[in-house]
């Protein structure tokens, strides 16, 4: 079983950066393609970035192209995600989620393993 638990949410200004990491434990970190998904309030689950278990490829949404970067230090069973220049459209719970030996353009029902989220919001 893996348990994943993000961090770095909170309430920022638009025009801001804001890092949302995600620890994983239990079953082989370097094995999992990442990936992280948001839901907005009154919308569903969208997926935002991912990062192959090879660290080889990342894939973005094209709202957050440009604007996020996904990165993982598998020594650390450490997921990341930098967020700049944000807009209050980036306002969501962000998840991340673990997908064993899945390509980064997985759907979100291949994801195996979710973390509870982490609320950002930004303000205008």
């Known amino acids: 079983q893996v348990h994943l638990v993000e961090a770095g949410g909170g309430l920022v200004q638009a025009g801001v950066s804001l890092r949302l990491s995600c620890a994983a434990s239990g079953g082989t970190f370097s094995s999992y393609t990442m990936g992280w998904f948001r839901q907005a309030p009154g919308k569903e689950r969208e997926f935002v970035a991912a990062?192959?278990?090879?660290?080889?490829?990342?894939f973005y949404a094209d709202s957050v192209k440009g604007r996020f970067t996904i990165s993982r230090d598998n020594a650390k069973n450490t997921v990341y995600l930098q967020m700049n220049s944000l807009k209050p459209e980036d306002t969501a719970v962000y998840y991340c989620a673990a997908a064993v030996w899945k390509s980064v353009t997985a759907p979100a029902n291949n994801y195996n393993y979710w973390g509870q989220g982490t609320q950002v919001t930004v303000s205008s």
């Open positions: 990062i192959s278990w090879s660290v080889g490829s990342t």
